[in-house]
């Protein structure tokens, strides 16, 4: 036996052969914007109906965009899988995912990029959420927001970004061209995303705000806080993309757990419980968000988004 083999035989007597390799063994990792409560059940479920490999979500926001963006320009070790909102990122970066394979994506019904980046599900934004102890009455419709008791009670969004220029223009499509100066004569106060202004509305900060998400909803009344929503059934949503990234040296073990969550069942898991609508229609305890608008790149060009930026600090005078 040579020398080279003595060393390798007694590394592998002391540690086991994944740390060797560095790594820990059949681990896929995914990177995720989507809410805690649909991580953690689709990590859990997997996990159980999937013993040999181990799914390991981190969850994030924008800030996972740059991670993945360095990941790949580095080949640096890291996500395997990207969940993220919108389109925009997943037509960009084509060349960087790999086909999704398997029987569920065969018949799965919507992508945002076909063949390469499925819709895993969608996160409507029309909710209107209240704190119960200020208002009692709760509200029902976009008009109920310009009540005179709303006046700077009311909390909107003021950072940029494709989704609230979208959500903006589904707004004044909605409601008329005067609706949001009238809104923006209710004195609201602005917030840069939706989980610091739903946690003003539960704090009691602001008595109602005029975006949620039902994940953020449900976490806030899991936790014990005086609040309820109105989902508006004609309303807006965004699209929540996956897709396998080609730089992952654990294509196959990436695509299984793509597999699954693009099965009836793993949509289920992932979308229940109220979380969000899903591409598969009539699962249980899913939203039905067949009748929203829905975020894409080509229904929000750049151009709209800056045009938003330009008419929101008019409309709302923020300089």
């Known amino acids: 036996m040579s020398t080279t083999s003595i060393m390798v035989a ?44 181990n799914l390991k979500i981190t969850r994030g926001a924008s800030d996972l965009v740059p991670k993945v963006d360095a990941e790949i320009a580095t080949g640096a070790d890291g996500a395997d899988i990207f969940i993220m909102s919108g389109d925009s990122w997943f037509l960009r970066n084509k060349e960087n995912l790999v086909p999704v394979q398997g029987a569920s994506a065969e018949s799965y019904p919507d992508w945002g990029v076909d063949g390469f980046a499925p819709i895993v599900f969608y996160s409507p934004f029309s909710m209107i959420l209240w704190n119960t102890d200020t208002f009692p009455a709760g509200f029902k419709t976009w008009q109920d927001l310009l009540a005179p008791e709303v006046a700077n009670r009311v909390g909107v969004r003021d950072t940029m970004s494709a989704v609230l220029a979208a959500y903006l223009q589904y707004l004044q499509d909605k409601n008329g061209m005067d609706y949001l100066p009238e809104l923006a004569e209710q004195n609201p106060k602005f917030y840069p995303s939706l989980i610091p202004m739903a946690q003003a509305v539960a704090s009691g900060e602001i008595g109602v705000a005029y975006t949620a998400s039902p994940a953020v909803v449900r976490d806030l009344v899991n936790r014990g806080a005086p609040v309820a929503a109105t989902l508006i059934e004609d309303g807006f949503a965004s699209p929540f993309i996956a897709g396998v990234l080609e730089k992952s040296p654990r294509q196959d073990d990436a695509q299984i757990v793509m597999d699954y969550l693009l099965s009836p069942e793993g949509q289920q898991v992932f979308n229940g419980d109220g979380d969000a609508g899903s591409p598969i229609d009539g699962l249980a305890g899913t939203i039905n968000t067949s009748q929203m608008r829905v975020l894409t790149e080509e229904n929000t060009p750049r151009e709209l988004i800056a045009e938003w930026g330009r008419k929101l600090r008019d409309i709302f005078n923020r300089g």
């Open 10 to 53: 007694a590394l592998t007597a002391c540690a086991p052969l994944s740390e060797l390799m560095g790594d820990d063994g059949r681990t896929v990792r995914v990177y995720s914007v989507a809410a805690p409560s649909q991580n953690q059940r689709l990590e859990d479920a997997f996990n159980a109906s999937h013993p040999d490999i």
